[in-house]
T-cell receptor, first 113, second 113 residues
Framework: NAGVTQTPKFQVLKTGQSMTLQCAQD?????MYWYRQDPGMGLRLIYY???????DKGEVPNGYNVSRLNKREFSLRLESAAPSQTSVYFC????????????FGEGSRLTVL | AQSVTQLDSQVPVFEEAPVELRCNYS??????LFWYVQYPNQGLQLLLK??????LVESINGFEAEFNKSQTSFHLRKPSVHISDTAEYFC???????????FGAGTTVTVRA
């Protein structure tokens, strides 16, 4: 019972480097989300995908791109990493019939030097 | 747009004592309300939710929250805490059924023996 799986769990980048965070869910959920968590700020929505083939910006999309590869997978890409993107990133998924319960992965801790 | 304010960033409490975590939200329309819990080095898990009906909702591990529409609040309470309740707690709100949750900044509960 994997649920939501994120890779990698830890990553250190230099300013300007690019990387992709991978997320996969095995619960047949329609919706998937990327959040970032910063101390004292809670979780902020970066991008979400209400269903396969659609993506929309959240609260803090600048500097990120996403791809909903198929129903299971939703990746987050940093094209040119900046120190302000140092954070813990969480992927989540939800079923439209399950009225609001998000299932979260364990997080990916990213440090940009 | 809605916003969520958690009034306490840190709540230290002794084992078997009661605890209350305060949450206020602002929204001009009807909302769904949630409390999530994050244990150290883990993702978030749903603790309880209010969608409609009874304003008092309970979790399986003894927490309860009451929706107060006039005060736009959704405070979380537990009459007697355990060491295992040490975690960070997030209040969240959504409008409609796209599950774009807005999270509060979080309240860290530390239970001491």
């Amino acid at each position: 019972n994997a649920g939501v799986t994120q890779t990698p769990k830890f990553q250190v980048l230099k300013t300007g480097q690019s990387m992709t965070l991978q997320c996969a869910q095995d619960m047949n959920h329609n919706s998937m989300y990327w959040y970032r968590q910063d101390p004292g700020m809670g979780l902020r929505l970066i991008y979400y995908s209400a269903s396969e083939g659609t993506t929309d910006k959240g609260e803090v999309p600048n500097g990120y791109n996403v791809s909903r590869l198929n129903k299971r997978e939703f990746s987050l890409r940093l094209e040119s990493a900046a120190p302000s993107q140092t954070s813990v990133y969480f992927c989540a998924s939800a079923s439209l019939g399950n009225t609001g319960e998000l299932f979260f992965g364990e997080g990916s801790r990213l440090t940009v030097l | 747009a809605q916003s969520v304010t958690q009034l306490d960033s840190q709540v230290p409490v002794f084992e078997e004592a009661p605890v209350e975590l305060r949450c206020n939200y602002s929204s001009s329309v009807s909302v769904y309300l949630f409390w999530y819990v994050q244990y150290p080095n883990q993702g978030l898990q749903l603790l309880l939710k209010y969608l409609s009906g009874s304003t008092l909702v309970e979790s399986i591990n003894g927490f309860e929250a009451e929706f107060n529409k006039s005060q736009t609040s959704f405070h979380l309470r537990k009459p007697s805490v355990h060491i295992s309740d040490t975690a960070e707690y997030f209040c969240a709100v959504s409008v409609g059924n796209d599950y774009k949750l807005s999270f509060g900044a979080g309240t860290t509960v530390t239970v001491r023996a």
